[in-house]
């Protein structure tokens, strides 16, 4: 089968928004590679890999090339019309695009539903969570270790972004044990998978995206936690004020634990929401944050009540963990 494909080369400050803008355009699956430039520092705290035989690109330190794919009857041209103003329009809220520039062409279906598989390996996150591929073979390497066995399909990522990989980590300092917790904007899944196995006794997966529904559904079901984690689809948290009742959410709320992997831009929506979602002394994970946006979520997350118990970093992006006064 062929595909159309859309390719956009950006920063990665602007991944999140513009792949969303792929996606609402009909995108049948969007594609994200940032720079692997010899000069970045690689983390291999817990133990990662990186395979020297994969060449490194040569896109420029913080940028991005992102590709949609598209229907071969679609023209490219009228879908890089819709998609080049919202891009334009994001400098207006602070998100630098960089060098915006566009390229269009025609592409097998092994080019891209596939092929990038063999750039997938299994990965340490944290101390006691490993990422692995459900095509790969992986032994723990500890009792403690957790395999997350992921499918991320042909509309989400690895789960090795930093965005994820500090939610992760950070979920590993806060979750104790017997937390219900809920997962906000949950794509794949990779967070509330990960919550339970740290020790959280239920999770409520919310996503807008019919599409992550069904990912998440599946990889909950591929790590066999369908009896602890409840997947719904959800305008951020109107889930709660419509149906509260713990048979529907599979959580009680109020609840000990919210984590969103989502933009800046959205976490500022929703605080006062996960405010009262949460009981006294509950912790906020909030990340996606780029590091130019740190000081003003900051800032309304105290203003709603919260108390900054720790930032995290990695990269140029930052993990709040906030606490409910």
């Known amino acids: 089968m ?30 994200i590679e940032e720079s692997a430039a010899t000069k970045r520092k690689r983390d291999t705290s817990f133990g990662q890999w990186f395979d020297e035989i994969v060449p490194f690109n040569d896109i420029p330190e913080g940028c991005a090339v992102i590709k949609g794919y598209f229907d071969e009857t679609v023209m490219l041209e009228e879908i ?13 809220f602070g998100i630098d695009t960089g060098d915006v520039r566009y390229e269009m062409k ?79 904007g949950t794509g794949s899944g990779i967070l509330s998978i990960g919550a339970a196995y740290l020790g959280a006794s239920r999770i409520l997966a919310l996503d807008l995206d019919p599409v992550a529904v069904s990912s998440a559904t599946e990889n909950v079901r591929l790590n066999g936690l369908e009896d ?3 997947i719904k689809e959800s305008d951020l948290l109107s889930v709660l004020t419509d149906s509260s009742s713990k048979d529907e959410l599979g959580v009680e709320l109020p609840v000990q634990v919210v984590v969103a992997n989502i ?10 929401d996960v405010y009262k979602a949460l009981k006294p002394g509950g ?20 203003e709603a009540g919260f108390e900054i118990a720790d930032i995290n970093r990695e990269d140029d992006w930052v993990a709040f963990v906030a606490r409910k006064n």
Request: charged letters at 25%; aromatic letters at 8%; proline letters at 5%.
């Open 2 to 31: 062929l595909w159309r494909e859309l390719t956009i080369h950006t920063t990665e400050e602007a991944v999140e928004m513009i792949s969303n803008f792929l996606h609402e355009a009909g995108a049948g699956g969007v594609s």
């Open 263 to 272: 933009l800046a831009e959205v976490i500022l929506l929703f605080i006062n």
């Open 80 to 92: 890089q019309g819709l998609i080049a103003p919202r891009v334009e329009e994001l400098k207006e």
């Open 283 to 302: 912790i906020y994970i909030a990340s996606g944050i780029f590091k130019n946006k740190e000081e003003i979520v900051g800032k309304a997350l105290v």
């Open 106 to 184: 025609t592409v097998n279906e092994e080019e891209w539903a596939t092929a990038w598989k063999q750039y997938f390996k299994p990965i340490r996150v944290s101390e006691r969570l490993t990422i692995k591929p459900t095509w790969e073979s992986y032994s723990p390497e500890s009792p403690e270790e957790r395999i997350i066995e992921l499918d991320p399909g042909m509309a989400f990522g690895t789960g090795t972004h930093p965005t994820t990989t500090l939610c992760l980590r950070t979920l590993e300092k806060v979750i104790t044990g017997g937390e219900e917790v809920v997962d906000v």
């Open 228 to 230: 602890r984690i409840t």
